[in-house]
């Protein structure tokens, strides 16, 4: 009997190692599929990480040419801010205006000078001038303000006839009231050269 069965013994060894190369293939065929499997997912992540990166090179880039387009900006407003004059003197304001209204006999001349705005980069100055005259003479004396060299500017007038006024000639006088403005610079200011941080959305507002 023992004779019999190790006749059969190879064919049983051939018969076992298939079955065990079997199971060895099945497990292998299963961890391969399982892998598989995952690689969709690794690959959208893949994907998904690309697109991150692409947005943040654009945002990088976007932020880079915004800081050229600031810093342009900045160089042309200090360039023009220096064309701006350095002071602002009141006697020498007055004494122009004093001038002007005198050569051209315009009477009640009142001329009061306000206090200094800081607007950024420049400051401003107003000076309220009222005074009794022809319509031409006023007309003149806005002529000469606007082409003097110093950087003035009549930001308002007001013209109306006084009831109570002689008529100078063939002209009726009439009062005027204007509004005129100096500049100067302010060599304290410097242009914001800064981007701006780019609000990002919290953890609950995602949520």
Do not use: C, W
Request: proline share 3%.
């Amino acid at each position: 009997m023992f004779a019999k069965l190790m006749k059969y013994l190879p064919l049983f060894l051939i018969l076992y190692s298939a079955y065990e190369l079997n199971n060895l293939y099945t497990e292998h065929s299963d961890l391969v599929e399982s892998k598989q499997g995952t690689i969709p997912a690794i690959q959208n992540r893949i994907n998904k990480l690309k697109r991150e990166r692409k947005e943040v090179d654009t945002y990088m880039a976007d932020i880079e040419s915004a800081k050229k387009r600031i810093e342009l900006v900045a160089q042309e407003v200090e360039a023009l801010q220096k064309k701006l004059p350095s002071n602002i003197s009141d006697p020498e304001n007055l004494a122009m205006f004093q001038g002007f209204t005198d050569s051209l006999n315009i009477r009640d001349v009142s001329i009061v000078p306000g206090q200094e705005e800081n607007l950024g980069f420049y400051f401003k100055k107003r000076y309220e001038l009222k005074g009794r005259g022809t319509f031409l003479q006023i007309l003149i004396l806005m002529e000469k303000i606007a082409e003097n060299e110093r950087l003035l500017n009549i930001k308002s007038i007001r013209m109306y006839k006084d009831a109570g006024t002689e008529v100078r000639g063939r002209f009726q006088l009439i009062r005027a009231e204007m509004s005129i403005e100096a500049y100067r610079y302010n060599p304290d200011h410097k242009e914001q050269r800064e981007v701006a941080p780019v609000a990002t959305e919290t953890d609950e507002e995602k949520a």
